[in-house]
């Protein structure tokens, strides 16, 4: 890197993630064949040499993304736990159907 060049870099949990961020910097602007991307285990690390006044500019696209793309992984799995078990599924049923009723039947 130059002296004038710093880089930002974000973690992901997959490769699609790592991709799409990918993809969201080459949209804002930043060159497709300076970014990178990373294996260290299972995480994918994007890498992005860029100059100092578009650190804070690359860090808000590929940070602010990975909070959502975490949130949503985490959520897909939450998914995944309660559709597989059906006591479960039917036991939080239940007590949504008992708290619509609690609500509507106020006076």
């Known amino acids: ?12 949990t997959s ?13 804002a602007g930043f060159a497709r064949n300076s970014i990178d ?3 260290e285990g299972d995480t994918f690390i994007v890498h992005l040499p860029t100059q100092e006044a578009n650190r804070q500019r690359a860090a808000r696209i590929l940070r602010g993304r990975a909070m959502i793309e975490s949130a949503k992984s985490t959520g897909w799995a939450a998914a995944d736990t309660v559709g597989s ?23």
């Open 85 to 107: 078990n059906r006591l479960l599924t039917l036991g939080l049923a239940a007590l949504a159907g008992f708290a619509l009723y609690g609500l509507t039947s106020r006076r």
């Open 37 to 39: 991307i990373d294996r």
């Open 1 to 12: 890197m130059a002296h004038d060049t710093v880089g930002v870099e974000a973690d992901f």
């Open 15 to 27: 490769l699609e993630a790592a991709r799409a961020a990918k993809d969201r910097l080459v949209r």
